[in-house]
């Protein structure tokens, strides 16, 4: 097999990883803020009830999450399995938004009273201290911690495989297993590194762009 | 309220899948392995209200669970699906009136994939052991394979038969065939052994001499090693066959109507000779079955 | 009547008893200046008029209205519109970092008449304001003499001059009374000068302002009033020749004595 071919073979998996790497970042990024609000809340109950969800998310791992996403409700309730993609997704979603929530928790938490009196003494309304004064400040903050998870989420990518969906390293293994040639699986690498290595500059310029203030 | 159904169905998922992979590898114990056979059952009731091979009637359709491997189920040139595995269930089915599918898995969650009924049959070179035999129902066996070891060309003069194999560090698929075969000879049993996880990492395992021997399938070394692979220069100690093994297609246990109308087929199969016809075309008549 | 009246404040945080029974009251036009040790309440006090603190009894009235009954709730809007009347100026400025000076200033009155205004306003209508806006905050910022920093954010600029952007921010939204809780303790001591520079001259323009401060010599020669507080309640009230140069009480006597001591020593 030709290293175009490969290639080309490769890039299917790679295209299926883009997927789930991207529908995760859409989904997880506001769903996590939500879940963040919710264990932020006054109200005891449902801060526990959501305090308690990310400590099982974040108690067990991703791939046996996604193992029961996709079946359990066979084994469980005999009902029909999702997509084994749909499946994925919905499990790196939830435990995402889990991982992001507790980033932007840690990050509402610094910042100081102060800015929210003084916007409170300005006449502001909750929501508008939130989005004028507050949030910009927030972000400024979980850009590096968020740089972190979205590397680690890349690489993460590679467990949708415990449900056999084909995703690049799946994609390599097959090729392995069927022409009995092993350089594809250490090529793949190439494929994280350079994906990775986008998003570290794109990062790094982020970060760069919100320096312009310190603190 | 939402969260916290989600939540109770983790806790609940977390226990079952826990049970069903001790089910899945635990050897004996029939009190631990009938609980998540019996609630399969229950959910199968409430799904299909005819018997079992109602629910594939009804949705017309019969998914193989496969992984890709020469000659059983692969690509030709074309990224056709292909293989003496994949021609077999095409002709079952056809006999059976149901379209057949094919579904990749992951090998070593084969049992939890036919009891979510997320695949209808493991039908990929499954081999009959007495384990599995409790947890799921085969066909007639139609493959019967042997287990090969697989030496570095190189070390072709110092393993030239069992004897010579002693003290030599051993691997083969965690339990796989490979690993009973060895369990259950005399010389080998002795060596270190090394678990890989699947067969063609016992292959990397060789190449790459981290082990003195590989001990896999006939079918897959024959289709693995040759001159144009990476594994040129891996090779198959002749003279030297452990315990056999067949292949037969795993159903589930319950579905007791299904398994007859299979086997009805493959008979009528084996009868007018498209199945040694089948077996010939992918080089396999020297392990087919009914000789 | 009097302009402001504090009536019977009390406030308690847990077990502790901050406030326990606050009465005085002010003129229009007139610059109060509250003093004490750290821990007597009087920051407490200053909250409770920006309600950034609810008290748990007391009222306040501000020009024969009354803005605050213990007895009642007010909704968030209520409150909003109420604390709308004091504005606050804090020890540690409390700038948004992430803003230029002139948009800090601008920022609160664009959300205000623009964001919160019961009518939909047309693009045209809302450029105007904005530039009514900006104009005002220049005039103000210039008025502090910050005029050179309009496009610089708060992190370049000194603490004096932060405190002076901070000042500015307040008056942009007009408050009837303003508030200072100890404006220069954040300040390194050859920054205060500017700072109190700065509220001379909005005492000048009679302005009506109340001024928790360290700072005796500048409550002195400023203040028209001073209150001394100690244990949550006002134990010395008068003009600053009566508190400073005649103080009738044993806490008032032996305080001034120890930030006399500080300042001499």
Same mark, same amino acid.
């Given at each position: 097999?030709s290293?175009?071919?490969?290639?080309?073979?490769?890039?299917?998996?790679?295209?299926?990883?883009?997927?789930?790497?991207?529908?995760?970042?859409?989904?997880?990024?506001?769903?996590?803020?939500?879940?963040?609000?919710?264990?932020?809340?006054?109200?005891?109950?449902?801060?526990?009830?959501?305090?308690?969800?990310?400590?099982?998310?974040? @108690?067990?791992? &991703?791939?046996?999450?996604?193992?029961?996403? $996709? %079946?359990?409700?066979? =084994?469980?309730?005999?009902? /029909?399995?999702?997509?084994?993609?749909?499946?994925?997704?919905?499990?790196?979603?939830?435990?995402?938004?889990?991982?992001?929530?507790?980033?932007?928790?840690?990050?509402?938490?610094?910042?100081?009273?102060?800015?929210?009196?003084? @916007?409170?003494? &300005?006449?502001?309304?909750?929501?508008?201290? $939130? %989005?004028?004064?507050? =949030?910009?400040?927030?972000? /400024?903050?979980?850009?590096?911690?968020?740089?972190?998870?979205?590397?680690?989420?890349?690489?993460?990518?590679?467990?949708?495989?415990?449900?056999?969906?084909?995703?690049?390293?799946?994609?390599?293994?097959?090729?392995?297993?069927?022409?009995?040639?092993?350089?594809?699986?250490?090529?793949?690498?190439? %494929?994280?590194?350079?994906?990775?290595?986008?998003?570290?500059?794109?990062?790094?310029?982020?970060?760069?762009?919100?320096?312009?203030?310190?603190? | 309220?939402?969260?916290?159904?989600?939540?109770?169905?983790?806790?609940?998922?977390?226990?079952?899948?826990?049970?069903?992979?001790?089910?899945?590898?635990?050897?004996?114990?029939?009190d631990?392995?009938?609980?998540?056979?019996?609630?399969?059952?229950?959910?199968?009731?409430?799904?299909?209200?005819?018997?079992?091979?109602?629910?594939?009637?009804?949705?017309?359709?019969?998914?193989?669970?496969?992984t890709?491997?020469?000659?059983?189920?692969?690509?030709?040139?074309?990224?056709?699906?292909?293989?003496?595995?994949?021609?077999?269930?095409?002709?079952?089915?056809?006999?059976?009136?149901?379209?057949?599918k094919?579904?990749?898995?992951?090998?070593?969650k084969?049992?939890?994939?036919?009891?979510?009924?997320?695949?209808?049959?493991?039908?990929?070179?499954?081999?009959?052991?007495?384990?599995?035999?409790?947890n799921?129902?085969?066909?007639?066996?139609?493959?019967?394979?042997?287990?090969?070891?697989?030496?570095?060309?190189?070390?072709?003069?110092?393993?030239?038969?069992?004897?010579?194999?002693?003290?030599?560090?051993?691997?083969?698929?965690?339990?796989?065939?490979?690993?009973?075969?060895?369990?259950?000879?005399?010389v080998?049993?002795?060596?270190?052994?090394?678990?890989?996880?699947?067969?063609?990492?016992?292959?990397?395992e060789?190449?790459?001499?981290?082990?003195?021997?590989?001990?896999?399938?006939?079918?897959m070394?024959?289709?693995?090693?040759?001159?144009?692979?990476?594994?040129?220069?891996?090779?198959?100690?002749?003279?030297?066959?452990?315990?056999?093994?067949?292949?037969?297609?795993?159903?589930?246990?319950?579905?007791?109507?299904?398994?007859?109308?299979?086997?009805?087929?493959?008979?009528e199969?084996?009868?007018?000779?498209?199945?040694?016809?089948?077996?010939?075309?992918?080089?396999?008549?020297?392990?087919?079955?009914?000789? | 009547?009097?302009?402001?009246?504090?009536?019977?404040?009390?406030?308690?945080?847990?077990?502790?008893?901050?406030?326990?029974?606050?009465?005085?009251?002010?003129?229009?036009?007139?610059?109060?200046?509250?003093?004490?040790?750290?821990?007597?309440?009087?920051?407490?006090?200053?909250?409770?008029?920006?309600?950034?603190?609810?008290?748990?009894?007391?009222?306040?009235?501000?020009?024969?209205?009354?803005?605050?009954?213990?007895?009642?709730?007010?909704?968030?809007?209520?409150?909003?519109?109420?604390?709308?009347?004091?504005?606050?100026?804090?020890?540690?400025?409390?700038?948004?970092?992430?803003?230029?000076?002139?948009?800090?200033?601008?920022?609160?009155?664009?959300l205000?008449?623009?964001?919160?205004?019961?009518?939909?306003?047309?693009?045209?209508?809302?450029?105007?304001?904005?530039?009514e806006?900006?104009?005002?905050?220049?005039?103000?910022?210039?008025?502090?003499?910050?005029?050179d920093?309009?496009?610089?954010?708060?992190?370049?600029?000194?603490?004096?001059?932060?405190?002076?952007?901070?000042?500015a921010?307040?008056?942009?939204?007009?408050?009837?009374?303003?508030?200072?809780?100890?404006p220069?303790?954040?300040?390194?001591?050859?920054?205060?000068?500017?700072?109190?520079?700065?509220i001379?001259?909005?005492?000048?323009?009679?302005?009506?302002?109340?001024?928790?401060?360290?700072?005796?010599?500048?409550?002195?020669?400023?203040?028209?009033?001073?209150?001394?507080?100690?244990?949550?309640?006002?134990?010395?009230?008068?003009?600053?020749?009566?508190?400073f140069?005649?103080?009738?009480?044993?806490?008032?006597?032996?305080?001034?004595?120890k930030?006399?001591?500080?300042?001499t020593?």
């Amino acid at each position: 097999m030709s290293f175009l071919e490969v290639t080309a073979q490769l890039a299917d998996g790679f295209l299926t990883t883009l997927m789930i790497f991207g529908i995760t970042l859409v989904g997880a990024l506001p769903l996590g803020l939500l879940i963040t609000l919710g264990s932020m809340s006054k109200v005891k109950p449902i801060k526990w009830v959501f305090k308690t969800f990310v400590w099982i998310i974040r @108690g067990t791992p &991703l791939m046996l999450q996604i193992i029961l996403v $996709f %079946f359990g409700p066979g =084994l469980i309730f005999g009902a /029909k399995a999702l997509p084994r993609l749909v499946a994925v997704i919905i499990a790196f979603i939830i435990n995402y938004a889990c991982y992001f929530s507790e980033i932007y928790r840690g990050g509402i938490e610094s910042i100081p009273k102060g800015q929210y009196e003084a @916007g409170q003494v &300005l006449g502001m309304t909750k929501t508008q201290i $939130f %989005f004028k004064v507050v =949030l910009f400040q927030v972000i /400024k903050r979980i850009v590096p911690p968020m740089g972190n998870e979205i590397i680690t989420l890349v690489k993460d990518t590679s467990l949708a495989r415990v449900i056999a969906v084909v995703e690049l390293v799946k994609a390599a293994e097959t090729i392995v297993a069927l022409k009995s040639i092993i350089w594809p699986l250490f090529y793949v690498g190439a %494929f994280y590194l350079l994906f990775s290595g986008i998003l570290s500059v794109l990062l790094n310029l982020a970060e760069k762009k919100l320096n312009y203030y310190q603190g | 309220m939402k969260i916290k159904r989600i939540a109770a169905m983790l806790l609940a998922g977390i226990m079952t899948v826990g049970l069903c992979s001790c089910a899945s590898t635990t050897t004996s114990s029939n009190d631990s392995s009938s609980e998540p056979a019996s609630a399969a059952e229950g959910a199968e009731n409430s799904s299909a209200e005819g018997g079992d091979w109602a629910y594939i009637a009804d949705k017309g359709t019969f998914v193989a669970g496969i992984t890709y491997f020469e000659p059983m189920n692969y690509f030709d040139e074309n990224g056709e699906l292909i293989g003496f595995e994949t021609e077999f269930t095409k002709a079952v089915c056809e006999k059976l009136g149901v379209e057949a599918k094919f579904q990749e898995i992951e090998w070593d969650k084969k049992e939890i994939e036919l009891n979510a009924k997320t695949i209808d049959a493991i039908w990929n070179g499954l081999t009959v052991t007495e384990e599995r035999k409790e947890n799921m129902a085969f066909s007639t066996p139609y493959i019967r394979n042997k287990q090969v070891v697989v030496i570095k060309t190189d070390n072709a003069d110092k393993y030239k038969d069992i004897e010579s194999m002693a003290g030599a560090s051993c691997a083969a698929e965690s339990g796989s065939a490979g690993q009973s075969a060895i369990e259950a000879d005399a010389v080998l049993s002795q060596n270190e052994f090394i678990g890989a996880s699947a067969q063609k990492d016992v292959l990397l395992e060789v190449k790459s001499g981290t082990v003195e021997l590989g001990v896999i399938d006939y079918v897959m070394a024959k289709a693995s090693i040759g001159a144009d692979t990476d594994y040129s220069d891996l090779m198959i100690v002749e003279n030297v066959e452990l315990q056999p093994e067949e292949y037969a297609i795993g159903l589930r246990k319950e579905d007791t109507e299904t398994l007859a109308k299979i086997n009805a087929a493959i008979d009528e199969l084996v009868a007018d000779g498209t199945l040694k016809q089948i077996a010939e075309k992918y080089d396999l008549a020297d392990v087919y079955a009914f000789n | 009547m009097a302009f402001l009246e504090v009536k019977n404040i009390f406030k308690r945080f847990g077990k502790t008893e901050v406030l326990k029974g606050i009465d005085f009251s002010m003129e229009k036009g007139e610059v109060l200046a509250i003093i004490g040790s750290s821990g007597s309440g009087k920051t407490t006090l200053l909250r409770c008029l920006n309600f950034l603190e609810s008290p748990d009894l007391g009222s306040i009235v501000l020009e024969g209205e009354e803005l605050f009954n213990a007895e009642q709730k007010y909704s968030d809007r209520e409150i909003r519109e109420k604390r709308l009347h004091f504005g606050l100026v804090f020890q540690s400025f409390n700038l948004f970092p992430q803003y230029t000076v002139l948009k800090n200033v601008c920022l609160a009155p664009e959300l205000m008449r623009i964001d919160q205004s019961e009518k939909k306003l047309s693009r045209a209508e809302k450029i105007q304001i904005r530039k009514e806006i900006e104009e005002n905050a220049r005039q103000i910022l210039a008025s502090v003499g910050l005029s050179d920093k309009l496009m610089n954010y708060p992190c370049e600029l000194s603490g004096g001059q932060q405190q002076r952007v901070a000042i500015a921010r307040a008056l942009a939204m007009k408050p009837v009374i303003l508030c200072f809780d100890e404006p220069t303790s954040a300040l390194d001591p050859e920054l205060t000068g500017e700072v109190l520079k700065v509220i001379r001259e909005l005492k000048s323009s009679d302005r009506t302002m109340i001024i928790v401060t360290h700072e005796m010599g500048f409550a002195r020669s400023a203040a028209d009033k001073v209150i001394f507080m100690a244990d949550g309640v006002i134990e010395e009230y008068g003009t600053p020749d009566e508190v400073f140069g005649n103080p009738k009480s044993e806490k008032t006597i032996s305080f001034l004595e120890k930030s006399l001591e500080n300042i001499t020593g």
